[in-house]
């Protein structure tokens, strides 16, 4: 079965930089969009990146040009590096890939302290 497994995620302070990484299994990642979602405590989920098979890329507004997405079609996996953190960016990251259906990882939290 599909599977999103997770990783990157902690504890930086503000301006600091994490990246996260999401690999996929059971799927042909090679034509599956890619991207994360986060939701923080009492808050929707919302958008955060996303990336297509052809490596076009879309980004919140809150997020661009701090927030690169990218992808390695060897190893199956997708990246989020985030730069220039700030306190607003503390959340639970969902990665999630799109074929058919969407799936989604566990999540990873992110907590940046001003």
Not at 38 to 54: F, K, L, T, W
Not at 76 to 84: E, V
Not at 93 to 112: A, E, K, S
Request: proline content about 2%; some cysteine.
């Amino acid at each position: 079965q599909v599977q999103l497994v997770e990783s990157g995620g902690g504890l930086v302070q503000a301006g600091g930089s994490l990246r996260l990484a999401c690999v996929a299994s059971g799927v042909d990642f090679s034509t599956s969009d890619m991207g994360w979602y986060r939701q923080a405590p009492g808050n929707q989920r919302e958008m955060v990146a996303s990336i297509a098979p052809d490596g076009m890329t879309n980004y919140a507004d809150s997020v661009k040009g701090r927030f690169t997405i990218s992808r390695d079609g060897f190893k199956d996996t997708a990246y989020l590096q985030m730069n220039s953190l700030k306190a607003e960016d503390t959340s639970m990251y969902y990665c999630y890939l799109n074929r058919i259906r969407t799936y989604w990882g566990q999540g990873t939290q992110v907590t940046v302290s001003s």
